[in-house]
């Protein structure tokens, strides 16, 4: 697998491989965040979320975690397929808040 | 259950013109948020609305933007006079109450 621990706007992996994705979010005082997919020509497509009373949280093949101490967020990928190949936005939510504060996106290649 | 409808999916305006861009959220949903995007960048939100009211437009700009969710129809992101500047994606999330925001496929505008 592949991981990086500052965040980078590309990230290139082989199918197969397990990729993880950082973002640095902004404001301590967020409770919410939720991980987007980005393809080309098309809107954010929700992935996955987690809110700031839990450190891990796993759906299928992904898996969010979430470090309050350094403000940062992470995204598992495992088995990454070649249809994972897209931007990867992460987002962040105040209490009581209502807009998303999107982070800077990290462009995921995935190679046969 | 349709997802979020955005139109035009492409819109193209010459300087000086008025684009109208058009949301119907998922069904049940009655938040609704605009945000935009520029080439290589992350969304930015511009506006939050409820049925006939406007919760939050802070990152609206001031002149030529407005945004309104009628009782019936869509909401219509309008913009007045436009600027090359003004050429980027605009999406259109929904959400229910407390729920995740659900993005639409975007309006990608054009000013020539």
């Known amino acids: 697998g592949e991981s990086v621990g500052l965040h980078l706007p590309t990230l290139s992996v082989q199918e197969g491989d397990n990729s993880i994705i950082n973002c640095a979010y902004s404001?301590?005082?967020?409770?919410?965040f939720i991980w987007y997919k980005q393809e080309s020509g098309k809107g954010p497509q929700f992935i996955i979320d987690?809110?700031?009373?839990?450190d891990k949280r796993q759906g299928q093949r992904v898996t969010v975690l979430l470090n309050k101490t350094v403000k940062h967020l992470s995204l598992q990928i495992a088995a990454t397929q070649p249809g994972d190949s897209a931007v990867y936005f992460c987002?962040?939510?105040?209490?009581?808040?209502?807009?998303?504060?999107f982070g800077k996106g990290t462009t995921l290649s995935v190679s046969s | 259950n349709a997802g979020v409808m955005q139109n035009p999916r492409h819109l193209v305006r010459r300087r000086g013109q008025e684009a109208r861009l058009r949301c119907s959220p998922m069904?049940?949903?009655?938040?609704v948020y605009w945000y935009r995007q520029l080439p290589e960048e992350g969304l930015k939100f511009m506006v939050y609305?409820?049925?006939?009211?406007?919760?939050?437009e802070s990152g609206m700009p001031k002149e030529r933007f407005s945004a309104e969710f009628p009782k019936e129809g869509p909401s219509i992101l309008r913009i007045q006079q436009v600027v090359r500047g003004d050429s980027a994606a605009y999406f259109c999330?929904?959400?229910?109450?407390?729920?995740?925001?659900?993005f639409g496929p975007g309006t990608r505008l054009l000013v020539l």
């Open positions: 987002a962040e939510s105040l209490p009581g808040g209502t807009a998303l504060i």
């Open positions: 404001n301590s005082a967020s409770d919410y």
């Open positions: 987690i809110r700031s009373n839990m």
């Open positions: 069904k049940g949903h009655s938040h």
């Open positions: 609305l409820q049925k006939e009211n406007i919760i939050d």
């Open positions: 999330a929904s959400q229910a109450l407390g729920e995740t925001q659900y």
